[in-house]
Structure formats: C-alpha cells, structure tokens
Nanobody
C-alpha cells in the first residue's frame, strides 16, 4: 500500500506560479512511476505529467509542456510539480498517482491522492 498526500494548491492570477508536492508513505516509493493528473468540473480526468521510477525520463501533456516540470526526490518520498505561466484553463483538482507502469493513462495507476485544488483567475 502507498498513501499519497498532495499539497501546494491554491488561488493564483493568470501568469503566476504554484508548486505542487506529493508526499508518499508506505511501500518503496522508488518502485513506482509517478504522475500528475487533473480534473476540471464536468470534464474527464486528464494526464498532466509522469516520471519514471529513477526520475530519468519524464513525459508531459502538450498543454503543459514548457510550463510545468515534474521531478521526484526518492530520498524524501516526494514528487513535485512546479507550475509556471498558469492559465485559467489550468484550473482543476490536481491528483498525484503511483503505479508500476509509466503511462499517460490513469487506469494502470494503483494509488491516488485526495487531490488539491488549483484555481487560476483571469
């Protein structure tokens, strides 16, 4: 079992920045690929970014490429998502996920956090 707790969400103006964190507890954190997904009201959950167990490889949704950066610190059991140049369309609940497969699909991720709200005002 892995427990995930997100933090760092909030309200920010367009063009601003936030840094999300996801702290993991439980079984070996470095055994899991980690990802961020988001879900806006009335929309399906969508992929944002993912990082391999080692942290060497990352992958981003086109909508956030160049603005968001996923990273992990396996010694601290934490994954990060600094978000820059935020846009109103980035408004959503952001979820951290852990799984054994490095993928953009939400289904293979076994563990999920409770989510943190990000609201970007225009």
């Amino acid at each position: 079992q892995v427990q995930l707790v997100e933090s760092g969400g909030g309200l920010v103006q367009a063009g601003g920045s936030l840094r999300l964190s996801c702290a993991a507890s439980g079984r070996a954190f470095d055994s899991y690929a980690m990802a961020w997904f988001r879900q806006a009201p009335g929309k399906e959950r969508e992929f944002v970014a993912a990082i391999r167990r080692s942290g060497v490889s990352t992958y981003y949704a086109d909508s956030v490429k160049g603005r968001f950066t996923i990273s992990r610190d396996n010694a601290k059991n934490t994954v990060y998502l600094p978000m820059n140049s935020l846009k109103p369309e980035d408004t959503a609940v952001y979820y951290c996920a852990a799984g054994v497969i490095f993928t953009t699909s939400p289904s293979p991720y076994n563990y999920w956090g409770q989510g943190t709200q990000v609201t970007v005002s225009s």
